[in-house]
């Protein structure tokens, strides 16, 4: 039995890396078991001692308002995935996460007996321990860009791709206030709730699941790509990351040079010759992000940069 365990605990982990384009987008999916999983639930409950019990080994991961014997509490629900599988580098285009309803909860089903059962997904802006953290402990959160999620409109729902692009890129430009995500009731009034799985579920196909598209930053779309020429090595740039100009400077130009400059999607957003050794790129008006800057010749190639704009 106990070897059958460690074998299922084994399996449990989910983390696949697939190419959707060559030199283009990688997919990430991200959907860890017991043993990689990080998600707790956390509980109001102060008569029981509910608000001080670490609660990071259930198979739920719910939201619910409610009362046992006559005691009113309420419980939320953390899930944090390790953004680590994105390449250096990579911009995340999209972020679909999602959560499977859980056939085997001790609370039953989802419920909106006394109003609807709306939740709210919020960025988690303060470090926890998944096998410490209680409801008395429980981690800063911020409405920043969170995210409504409807009420269910049937008791066995799956909340499927939900669009969580602008939080998972919080956390990645701000990686010191971003630790995942808190589910919890809009109204916190019993008696209602949703009840998912958690990454501690037997079946590793309902475990929270995270889908990312990410961008090569050395991309180049076919259209622009042209063949590499003498290459221009005594070129810096700087500051990178940039906020409001970017500065380049050559030593030894024999020649102009056409300076392009691609974002994430490889649309060129600006173009300007560089004349002289020392020249300066106005990006104030770009935003935040990933960009490529080329510089050619006539049909040729010389260099290749990446630099990030961060505000």
Same mark, same amino acid.
């Given at each position: 039995?106990?070897?059958?365990?460690?074998?299922?605990?084994?399996?449990?982990?989910?983390?696949?890396?697939?190419?959707?384009?060559? %030199?283009?987008d990688t997919i990430i999916v991200l959907q860890p078991g017991p043993s990689d999983g990080?998600?707790?639930?956390?509980?109001?409950?102060?008569?029981?001692?509910?608000?001080?019990?670490?609660?990071?080994?259930?198979?739920?991961?719910?939201?619910?308002?409610? &009362?046992?014997?006559?005691?009113?509490?309420?419980?939320?629900?953390?899930?944090?995935?390790?953004?680590?599988?994105?390449?250096?580098?990579?911009?995340?285009?999209?972020?679909?996460?999602?959560?499977?309803?859980?056939?085997?909860?001790?609370?039953?089903?989802?419920?909106?007996?006394?109003?609807?059962?709306?939740?709210?997904?919020? @960025?988690? &802006?303060?470090?926890?321990?998944?096998?410490?953290?209680?409801?008395?402990?429980?981690? &800063?959160?911020?409405?920043?860009? %969170?995210?409504?999620?409807?009420?269910? =409109?049937?008791?066995?729902?799956?909340?499927?791709?939900?669009?969580?692009? %602008?939080?998972?890129?919080?956390?990645?430009?701000?990686?010191?206030?971003?630790?995942?995500?808190?589910?919890?009731?809009?109204?916190?009034?019993?008696?209602?709730?949703?009840?998912?799985?958690?990454?501690?579920?037997?079946?590793?196909?309902?475990?929270?699941?995270?889908?990312?598209?990410? @961008?090569?930053?050395?991309? =180049?779309?076919?259209?622009? /790509?042209?063949?590499?020429?003498?290459?221009?090595?005594?070129?810096? =740039?700087?500051?990178?990351?940039?906020?409001?100009?970017?500065?380049?400077?050559?030593?030894?130009?024999?020649?102009?040079?056409?300076?392009?400059?691609?974002?994430?999607?490889?649309?060129?957003? /600006?173009?300007?010759?560089?004349?002289?050794?020392?020249?300066?790129?106005?990006?104030?008006?770009?935003?935040?992000?990933?960009?490529?800057?080329?510089?050619?010749?006539?049909?040729?190639?010389?260099?290749?940069?990446?630099?990030?704009?961060? @505000?």
């Open positions: 039995m106990k070897n059958l365990l460690i074998v299922l605990i084994v399996l449990s982990f989910f983390v696949r890396v697939v190419k959707a384009q060559v %030199q283009k990080k998600d707790a639930l956390i509980n109001s409950s102060v008569t029981y001692g509910y608000s001080t019990t670490n609660y990071g080994s259930k198979f739920d991961f719910c939201a619910i308002a409610w &009362t046992r014997l006559n005691d009113p509490l309420v419980v939320r629900s953390l899930v944090e995935f390790n953004l680590g599988h994105i390449p250096q580098g990579y911009t995340v285009l999209t972020a679909k996460l999602s959560l499977y309803f859980n056939p085997n909860s001790s609370d039953g089903k989802h419920s909106s007996l006394t109003g609807l059962n709306k939740t709210v997904l919020k @960025r988690i &802006t303060s470090n926890w321990d998944e096998h410490q953290v209680t409801w008395d402990t429980q981690p &800063t959160t911020t409405a920043q860009h %969170q995210i409504f999620l409807p009420a269910t =409109i049937n008791d066995y729902q799956d909340f499927l791709d939900i669009d969580v692009t %602008q939080l998972i890129n919080d956390m990645i430009s701000n990686p010191n206030s971003g630790y995942g995500f808190m589910l919890q009731l809009v109204d916190e009034q019993f008696y209602r709730m949703v009840m998912f799985a958690s990454s501690d579920h037997p079946d590793f196909n309902l475990h929270p699941k995270l889908v990312m598209k990410a @961008r090569n930053p050395n991309y =180049i779309p076919p259209v622009y /790509r042209m063949p590499i020429c003498d290459a221009l090595n005594n070129l810096s =740039i700087y500051p990178n990351p940039a906020e409001e100009n970017v500065n380049l400077v050559v030593t030894d130009l024999s020649q102009d040079i056409e300076l392009e400059l691609f974002d994430i999607t490889g649309r060129i957003v /600006r173009k300007q010759m560089l004349c002289t050794e020392s020249s300066n790129i106005d990006v104030s008006h770009l935003a935040q992000g990933t960009y490529l800057l080329r510089m050619r010749t006539e049909g040729c190639e010389v260099k290749r940069i990446k630099f990030v704009i961060n @505000r």
